[in-house]
């Protein structure tokens, strides 16, 4: 067995190390989100934190970490009496790999026997696994959804429920769930977030001298892995007696109506959702005063709580940052700080959730003061040599309606486009190809009722042989790559017009985040154009090169619609299995070069010959119209849309034209 790197040796990361302390001394917090970078030991801190934990008792020979003082009474390898047989273990920590199916995550039943025999024959998942442990899921936002919904259900209920065609297991699933991610690579939906008791944000050290020792302490480890942790033998002893004393102390531990107000004010003013925050900022704060020794809860504790467990619950949409005003949270806390406060305090005060209203954007198109000069393609672009204008600031998001992809795929699922999944509407049976997963129980009896009695059947019983099962066939949603090819050129920098553009995009950013699906940003001007962004989950990042995106020049539409289509055969060797729908946002003017029209053109063609959907989005204005995004959108086989038909009332199966067209 591989000795884990010294959880006290970790060097720095006082945040991350706190927060999983605290869910050690109090597992009822809810477990630990860590978000941050690559490359800063997230991984290593929550491997080695499992070392600390106290040992357990457990049922002799029970599959499901029975405490053997108080047996589960619905366990499946019950009943168990106390008190009997036990031993003692060291406390389990369960990785839950991201490609996991969800039988492996809750247990699968042996349906062949249940039907034929009549029993549970049921073996445990992961989630029994990790039964008074640790339970850590790397890579938490690239998880399915369904998968994690389960995850976070089971967490706060402290069981788990498998149910297969009216047979029901149920068993105790209590652990300390620690998930860790990189922003980089896509967010979590807000109601999973929430779901999370605390959050904590890593990043590497900026400061030689931390880094130095990482280093040194990294290279030690790795030379004598043995010889190393035997160095930190006494502060880790130390840490694992001070988690025990804190437990002990736990019960004891006074939550005053001071903190509790100072606990609800500071909910309040931040403006969370629901009355979770309030319940893991006290449980919080209980455990740090513990954690301290003390059976009293301080301003101090309440403070800390705040910093954990609040900044990921203010986040609304993927494109806030996260974070808290700790100036503001101070103002409430002093505000708060007595037992005898006011019962309704200033609601325009610091406790109150005042402050200046939000911005709404910045000026409009026309509020600058001057008119700008025309740009090569004839629409006005800032002044000055370089023919470039500084970026503008987006318009506000706004909700679009779906844009599908035609027909019916097979890939990761997601909330976009009819696909054959796991989960969803039963649509058929099939036999099954490997282990059985969802048992169509009609087409099981169908398939086997023939053959009873040369079976020699003779009583009620069903006769069931392997050849007789059937798979249920289902269809759901997938996600699906959405990939925007967006035209910065002369012809798209008047600032009223790119404000709305960027909007327009911002918005079906944000649709594609909820939708769960992959993102990719190309941009073209002047003579070329590039991948601003390759394809990736993080609809945040995209958010940032577009904020970013200088406009002006000509408008090399070819060459965006050759790099667009390049991007799409590299991603398509990666993932095969995941459809594209292209997004091309232009007036559609084509100059620079020979025959810029006839070459975009041809590249357009290319897009319609290999069958991907693509949307036009039509970002053409003024009172004459030259209807250049249309033509383009007939090219590509797909719909045109401007940019105020986004907000109409049905646009979804836009691009259902390309089947049609292709017919």
Known sequence: MTTPFPFTAVVGQDDLRLALLLNAVSPAVGGVLVRGEKGTAKSTAVRALSVLLP?????????????????????????????????????????????ASEDRLVGALDIERALAEGVKAFEPGLLADAHRGILYVDEVNLLHDHLVDLLLDAAAMGASYVEREGVSVRHAAKFLLVGTMNPEEGELRPQLLDRFGLTVEVAASREPDQRVEVVRRRLAYDDDPAGFAARWDGEETAVRQRIVAARSLLPSVRLGDGALRQIAATCAAFEVDGMRADIVMARTATALAAWAGRTDVLAEDVRQAALLALPHRRRRNPFDAPGLDEDKLDRTLEEFSGEDEDEDPDPDGPGGGGGPAPDDGGPQGGDTGARPEAGEDGEPQASGGSGEQAPTRAAEPFRTKVLTVPGIGAGAAGRRSRARTEHGRTTGARRPRGALTKLHLAATVQAAAPHQRARGRSGPGLVLRRDDLRQATREGREGNLVLFVVDASGSM??????????????????????????????????????????PTSSVDAAAARL???????????????????????????????????????????????????????????????????????????????????????????????????????SIAGLVKDVQRRAA
């Open 55 to 99: 040992t357990v008792d457990v049922v002799a020979g029970c599959r499901f970490s029975c405490d053997p003082d108080a047996p589960d009474p619905a366990c499946p390898d019950g009943p168990h009496t106390p008190p009997g047989a036990f031993e003692t273990r060291p406390a389990r920590m369960v990785e839950l790999p991201v490609g």
């Open 493 to 534: 920098a008047a600032r009223q017009r790119m404000s709305a553009v960027k909007g327009a995009v911002l918005s079906l950013l944000l649709d594609a985040y909820q939708r769960r699906d992959k993102v990719g940003l190309v941009t073209f001007r002047g003579s070329a154009a590039e991948v601003a962004l390759p």
């Open 547 to 649: 904020e970013a995106l200088p406009t002006g020049g000509r408008t090399p539409l070819a060459a965006g619609l050759l790099k667009a289509h390049e991007v799409l055969r590299v991603e398509r060797l990666r993932d095969p299995a995941r459809r594209a729908l292209v997004v091309v946002v232009t007036d559609g003017r084509a100059t620079g070069g020979p025959e810029p029209v006839a070459l975009a053109g041809r590249a357009a063609r290319l897009f319609a010959a290999d069958g991907v959907a693509a949307v036009v989005v039509d970002c053409e204005s003024g009172p004459v119209r030259l209807g250049l995004a249309g033509e383009l959108a007939g090219e590509l086989g797909g719909a045109a849309v401007t940019l105020d038909a986004l907000r109409a009332d």
